[in-house]
């Protein structure tokens, strides 16, 4: 199983950043891929999940209105940002677990540097 990232950078507050996430090696139906971010001193934290069962998104508080997640099969994953502010500079990760009862990744991709900054 591999999930590999691309994406991410360097931008201005305000401005706009799609992150990817292509996951290989899986198998089953009922993939829950994620984003998480880590933030220098801080703990990982989850930013959004997707499930393949039903279609169900969910965000955290902090970047809802402005993130977007979406995948377009079982295997390609995006972070759509939008409206990115200094407090969203953080490494981030694409996760994905093959599970109807957890979104809690055991897969993860090799994170991608996001910095917010004018």
């Known amino acids: 199983v591999q999930l590999v990232q691309s994406g991410g950078g360097l931008v201005q507050p305000g401005g706009s950043l799609t992150l990817s996430c292509v996951a290989s090696g899986f198998t089953g139906d009922k993939i829950v891929m994620s984003w998480y971010r880590q933030a220098p001193g801080k703990e990982r934290e989850l930013v959004a999940f997707?499930?393949?069962?039903?279609?169900?998104v969910h965000y955290v508080d902090s970047v809802k209105d402005r993130f977007h997640i979406s995948r377009d099969n079982y295997t390609h994953m995006y972070l759509q940002m939008n409206r990115l502010s200094p407090e969203d500079t953080a490494v981030y990760y694409c996760?994905?677990?093959?599970?109807?009862?957890?979104?809690?990744?055991?897969?993860w991709g090799q994170g991608t540097q996001v910095t917010v900054s004018s």
């Open positions: 996760g994905a677990v093959n599970s109807s009862i957890t979104y809690v990744p055991d897969h």
């Open positions: 997707i499930t393949t069962v039903g279609g169900k």
